[in-house]
């Protein structure tokens, strides 16, 4: 009872993965063997993508991945896993980080969460000093505790999006920083999906026959200038079903081209339009959380009925 009550992390990710496999359209089922075998070679993988390539996805496929699934041995291995969200507070700072592995060890792993329970100093960690002194946090309640026991099996902690925990919050630590500061964490071995050239190909072409009906030549120039980025094959599509026509031989190569494309087709090219946004935008911008729409409406001075409607379905 004392895990429940005195440090569990209220950090909670479940809600976030289940919603990005339930997104999931393509299974990269090809992946398996590449993670595996680069997991038997070293302790520590990177997985590296530019946006677009599928780096979240493939970490809910393995959270998510049932007793059939070719993932289904990369999840056996998963004792924690943590989600940074650049637009979540709690998910960005160490020590909701520290303990949330830790909440996420006890609660599945037993072998593992007793030697964290039974030291007294991990405990006295997660109750008292986290947010203080994150870096022997980690060492303490984490690596320390798992570093005694004695076993052959091999246990996987997954971050997804490491990147969005650089953004700085008050004067809590980066966990990135956190992380490096641990000679025993550094070395690392990446994996780069950008590089998996005609494999993310053949993914964007299942993913256009499966949302689709164009044809041969539009398909295969809407793979050819997105490079296999999946995000981009998606928005784009999503972008050409708003408008009446759409020509694939003139695919913005960048997914800043489509979001730019789209933001001009739903607020209009003209500047008074685009001025009715600005407030919205500026608020949007400078959240560091979710916010309630009733509350943005309130904090941009929205009161029109029809804006608030087009917004709604922008």
């Not at 299974?27 to 520590?44: A, G, I, Q």
């Not at 949007?284 to 001075?301: D, R, Y």
């Amino acid at each position: 009872m004392r895990f429940k009550h005195s440090w569990m992390s209220d950090v909670d990710f479940d809600f976030y993965v289940q919603e990005l496999y339930n997104a999931s359209i393509i299974d990269r089922d090809w992946m398996v063997p590449e993670l595996t075998s680069f997991l038997e070679m070293k302790k520590h993988v990177l997985l590296s993508a530019q946006l677009g390539y599928g780096k979240s996805s493939t970490v809910s496929q393995i959270l998510c991945a049932e007793v059939y699934s070719h993932w289904n041995h990369i999840r056996t291995m998963t004792v924690a896993y943590h989600m940074c969200r650049f637009n979540h507070k709690d998910s960005i700072q160490s020590s909701n980080f520290i303990r949330n592995l830790a909440g996420k060890i006890v609660n599945d792993v037993p072998e593992l969460g007793n030697a964290i329970l039974a030291d007294v100093y991990a405990l006295d960690y997660l109750g008292f000093k986290c947010e203080k002194d994150p870096f022997s946090c980690l060492e303490v309640v984490i690596i320390a505790p798992l570093k005694s026991i004695q076993t052959d099996s091999k246990y996987l902690v997954i971050i997804d999006a490491l990147d969005e925990c650089d953004t700085p919050m008050g004067n809590d630590l980066k966990i990135n920083k956190v992380l490096y500061e641990f000679k025993i964490l550094q070395n690392v071995i990446e994996i780069d999906l950008d590089s998996f050239t005609h494999k993310n190909y053949l993914d964007a072409l299942r993913f256009i026959d499966t949302t689709s009906n164009l044809t041969v030549k539009d398909k295969d120039q809407l793979v050819n200038v997105s490079d296999g980025n999946l995000l981009l094959v998606y928005s784009y599509l999503d972008y050409c079903r708003g408008n009446v026509s759409c020509e694939f031989s003139k695919v913005p190569n960048t997914l800043e081209y489509i979001y730019h494309a789209n933001l001009e087709r739903i607020v209009g090219t003209n500047g008074t339009s685009f001025e009715e946004w600005t407030a919205i935008f500026e608020v949007l911008c400078a959240a560091v959380s979710p916010i309630k729409i009733s509350e943005l409406f309130e904090m941009t001075g929205l009161y029109d009925d029809k804006q608030k409607e087009n917004f709604r379905c922008f």
